[in-house]
């Protein structure tokens, strides 16, 4: 859609106290605005944006199905108030299958003082929170408001009001934006007059302003996918500032006592930070490679001096413990240059190189970088196939450079790096999508008509309460006819543990990806290429407990999504849903019972005495035991997440072996703490350590292990004799733990007492599980306000209702 066709814009942003709401008519450049809503909203945006669209276009006599664009400020702001935004048109252009567009939320600022009547030259403060300013400098006229910087930055306040205080033409700015609402008094200090402020109503966006910057920047121009509308953000979270100092990776201070290159995470072909433990593998795989090649294979020497520098990333792909390739290279001004990808003979053709220069890329990216550059023989067919997938062009040519008739081609991508939808094969993960927008389904069959017709109404229910955005389409009859799991675990292994602002800006990248699968998995079901919102029933979503900032952005998608769809909003509780996943394995399970809850972040046990009625009879008062798992694994060096490699470890060692804790095992109650033991263990290393003895992981892991099972066991044990019931069931990702779940059968089997365990699929955080709650409270017309926020402290029954669930069962 370009600028010169009249279309109906809805325009919003919250990434200030300001929610800005307009609906606009625009044409030929022309903008005629046809109802505005903006107003103060302070931290409560996700609460009012979806109803204040709805009035907005009331009051312009429009119906959402009459918008033709929607079009959202991409800050910079508010962290959380551009995610929820942005989440919030995401899921307003999908469900009504239209173009998203985005804009600088400064740009909307000055054009807010532009229609205040501010002429001349403007200098716009955004507050960037703390103690640091969004500044930008405008030309303004009678055509409108124009920038003279060429994009967004962060600076602190006292040198930003310093650097304008020294310009030539200070007196002659206009001061603005809501970062005035703090540092006002500062710039008076600094000899701007008060006749050099804005009015106070023009410091924030508008909705009105919003539509007039997209139309002077171009905006109407791009591809409107709303998959690639992303936030402006001018600075790293802070996890992932810190890593700038740590991509040299200089070789951990426990190499030698715990002997961590044999210990790697037991994930299928997972990506991690290469390490000084790699080396002797990745330089065997080096030298398998380009055996019999013009290509001198590097030795560990090099790898060596690779990890010791500053301006690296180096990242190896490994598959139970077996590194199977591995890629890298280094900062040269604003290119990165990328020196090996390596992968496996056998493991070629899967995508793994693909993900490795990903990671590479997204580091470069952290690095600075603008650009990424790599040589590649160009009789490489492959390799080549691949970069251009990848977007790599070439630029240049080296004659025989890799001998006679084996020319170099020089490559080129620009950052960030689009990765192909295709590769993403079973582990979708995120990024943008570069699929055409918007997605039209094909021509249906008559069976497939009719299996639609069959499985009634369709649910979809959306999970992103943690580190993984899922999604998941279930019928009326509970058959699970599409789940994607988009993992975040490279994003945040690195850090050896979830960081929450990268996972919520993970979620906001990946959403329109993972639904746009999802359909696709529920269309191929039923026997055609994709489903659209208008075959859907319900939108379902964790709305609670969780990560606040990755529980807003599943939220806000879904409200938008169900809003432009016409479809009712359900909202579920997390722990819920870990609890109903034991529907898949035992369909008759009936209150009451005892559940385990025992996740990364909730440990409990719960008297489930009928459907919705949850007596929760105690809960961890400190760590949760995953947490406590990831905690103990970053201590030895183990990678994250944890719970995979203590449990392999665990396998091969002694639980006698080291005497750790059990603490509150016999407490009287129900309550447990793990962070006595997880000390206990930390202090142990470092008692090995200081005294030089090698430690022996095995053993460690698994009498930390032991530890933990035995309290959950005692006090569940306790719970069942108590309560009288003849069912247990676990919840949760810790319910994947091979231990646990047979100290569990072996118990509570001599009790004559039924034990159900999830299959462990539903284990881990999934949206399968979601939607068994979700299609309860939709059959029983349980649904939720627009108003709907995320709830991260939810308590379990919230959301809930006495209906039986339907038994869940998996595609069929």
Known sequence: MSNNAEKIVLAVDTSTDMLACAVARVADGAVEVLASADHLCRRKANVELVGTCERALADAGLGMAEVDAVLVGRGPGSFTGVRIGIATAKGLACGLGCPLYGTSALDAMAWSAHKAGVRGKLAVAGDAMRGEIYPGVYQLDDAGAHRTFPA??????????????????????????????????RFAD???????????????????????????????????????????????????????????????????????DDALAGIHCQLRPMTMNDLTAVAELEAATYEGSAHNAWGQKLFYEELSQPGRSWWVAHDQGRVIGFAGGYLAGADFEVEEVVCDASRRREGIASRLVSRVAYDAQMLGASTCSLEVDEKNAPARGLY????????????????????????????????????????????????????????????????LAVAGPLVLSIESSCDETAMAVTDSHGVVCASVVATQIDFHARFGGVVPEIASRKHTEAIVGVLEETLAQAGA?????????????????????????????????????????????????????????????????????????????????????????????????????GEAFDKVAKALGLGYPGGPVISKLAAKGNQRAIHFPRAMMHSGDYSFSLSGLKTAVITYIEGENRAGRPINLPNLAASFEAAVVDVQVAKAKTAVEETGVSDICIGGGVAANPELRAAYQKTFGKMGVRVTVPPMRACGDNAAMIGIPALRSYLAGNFAELTLDAAPNAPLGAWSTPDAPVPPTWER
């Open 152 to 185: 967004e930055t962060v600076v602190k306040a006292d040198a930003c009001v310093a650097a304008w205080a020294a310009r030539d033409d200070a007196s002659e700015l206009t001061l603005t934006g809501n970062g005035l609402v703090k540092y006002r008094a």
């Open 190 to 260: 600094a000899g701007f007059r008060p006749a050099q402020v804005a009015p106070e109503e023009a410091w924030y966006p508008s909705g009105e302003g919003l539509v007039r910057a997209a139309v002077e920047s171009g905006a109407f121009d791009a591809s409107g996918d709303p998959a690639l509308v992303l936030p402006i953000y001018t600075r790293l979270s802070d996890a992932e500032e810190n890593e700038r100092t740590r991509l040299g990776l200089a070789t951990p201070a426990s190499v030698d006592l715990t002997g961590v």
């Open 388 to 451: 251009d997938r990848l977007g790599f062009a070439e630029e240049g040519r080296r004659p025989g450079y890799y001998g006679a008739g084996h020319d170099a081609l020089v490559l080129r991508v620009g950052l960030p790096l689009a990765v192909d939808a295709e590769l993403v094969g079973e582990r979708p993960e995120p990024r943008a999508s570069i699929r055409p927008w918007p997605i039209v389904p094909g021509e249906r069959s008559e069976a497939c008509r009719e299996a």
């Open 525 to 625: 079901h039923f026997g055609c290429d994709t489903l659209a919102p208008s075959d859907l029933a319900a939108v379902g979503v964790t709305s609670g407990p969780g990560l606040v900032g990755a529980l807003v952005v599943g939220v806000a998608f879904a409200k938008g999504l169900a809003v432009a769809a016409d479809l009712p909003l359900i909202a579920v509780h997390h722990l819920e849903g870990h609890l109903m996943a034991n529907l898949f394995e035992t369909p008759d399970l009936k209150p009451p019972f005892v559940a385990s809850l025992v996740s990364g972040g909730n440990t409990m046990l719960v008297h489930v005495r009928a459907w919705g009625d949850y007596e929760v009879l105690g809960s961890t008062i400190d760590d949760a035991v």
